[in-house]
Structure formats: structure tokens, C-alpha cells
């Protein structure tokens, strides 16, 4: 989730409390059934280092123990974790959220899933966005569904990745799951960007959600800081909100 605007500021604020949202969640459908069989390829599209666990660690975890064959894609390098970092320290946060990324998605992944980093400057999604959308568009074709951020999360890289994989998966015909992460934390659920019909919840088994415990755990740069100067990106009352093993998603009724 992390990185930049609003991330800053906001994240060290205490947010909505878990109780906004709760209700809403549990009283949402869950799906019945996947999309997918045991043996389709499908794929998350990240937009940093953690936000496959986060926002679809447990859904990822079911899928890869059915069977399906799972590609992770992480958009940004991750790299602009904490503002004021040099770039030196930059580049060296930028490489141990990598390995944290093969570590997570080991926490998730049955079948020797692999990631896919594309490297764009974190921050700079939205610069890039033509790009990421042709790149998504590369992965996807033959896939069963994809899951990708919810183009609404009140994030810019998060909103450029989540418009430019709606785009692909609209180009390529796969069935799009969209993840929020940042919608618990700041916004109310009668607010109108929320699309509330579209809500499913993935209500996730013990094991499931031990397993996206883990794969968050992996992420170590994110919840303790390595500079001394600023706290964590994750910080207790953030991770609260994704330890409920309610896995909220938004699926477009004409996807
Ligand atoms: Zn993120």
C-alpha cells in the first residue's frame, strides 16, 4: 500500500476504525463460486510491494491451493517507502522489498509462482500508465481472472495501476476482481465512490488467513521502519484492518 502521497500523511493517522466497515463486510455476499478451474493461470497486479498480500493474500493462498497457477505482478520498485530516504537508501529499500515479494508470495503460493517486477519508479505510476496498461495486456491473455486495485483507493499509483488493468482486462476478456486497500482506512461506505452492488466478500478459512498473516509478516521494511526517523508504513492499527479475514472485492458487472 505504501509510497508517497497521501501515504505520508495519512497512514499515521488513526483512520476509520474497523467497526466502520466491518458491518458492511459481513453482510455482504460472498462469491459461491470461482471463476476458475484448477489449472488456469491467473494473475494479481500489485502496484507495490505488499499489496498482493494485503489486499488478495487469502483469495491468492485459495487459488493456488486449488490448483490455478498464479502470476504476481508488482507495478512499482517500492522504492519511496519512507519520504526523506536517500538514494542510496532508496535503491537498498527497493531491493529488500524484492526479496520480501518472493518471500510473501512463497507464504501464498503452493505451485512455484513467480513474481513479475516491472520496476516503474514508485510514486510515478500514473506517468506511466500507457505502459502499464500494454504490459498488463501482455500478461493476462489465457488467464481465468485477474485481481488489481481498485481504481477508486485514494492513492495515485493505486488509482493509475487499477485503470490501466480494468483496460487490460477489458482489451483481453479476462474477468477483473478489484481489490481496495486504502478504502477502510479513509473512506465511509455511503460514500458515492463506493460501488456498493458490485461488493463480494471473500470470507477467508484459518489457514488462509494464517497463510496472508505470513505473507504480510514478509514484508518486514514495512512494519518496522529502517529509519530511525519515521515510523512504520504499516503500523498496527493499518494491519488491524486487513487481520479480519474478510477480503473485500469489487467486481465490475460488465467484466
Ligand atoms: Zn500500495
Sequence with gaps: MTDQLPAATEVTAPGLPPSRWRPRLEAAPSPRLLPVTAGDPVTVIAPHPDDESLGAGGLLHRLSTAGCTPTVVIVTDGAAGYPGAT???????ARSRRRETWDAIRQLCR?????VFFDIPDGEASAH???????????LPGNGLV???WPEDPHPDHQAVGRAARLAAARTGVELWQYPIWMRHSI?????RVPLADLTVVCLSTAERQ????AIEAHASQLRSPFPDFGPVLPE???ELF?????????PRNS
Design 237 to 239: 492499527h493499518v494491519l
Design 129 to 139: 500508465e500507457a505502459e502499464v496498461t500494454e504490459r498488463i495486456a501482455a500478461v
Design 243 to 251: 487481520a479480519d479475514g474478510l477480503e473485500p472485492f469489487f467486481v
Design 111 to 115: 505451485k512455484g509462482a513467480q513474481p
Design 147 to 149: 485481481l488489481a486495485p
Design 188 to 192: 465511509q461506505p455511503d460514500d458515492p
Design 87 to 93: 538514494p542510496t537508501q532508496r535503491r537498498e529499500l
Design 211 to 214: 497463510a496472508k498473516r505470513r
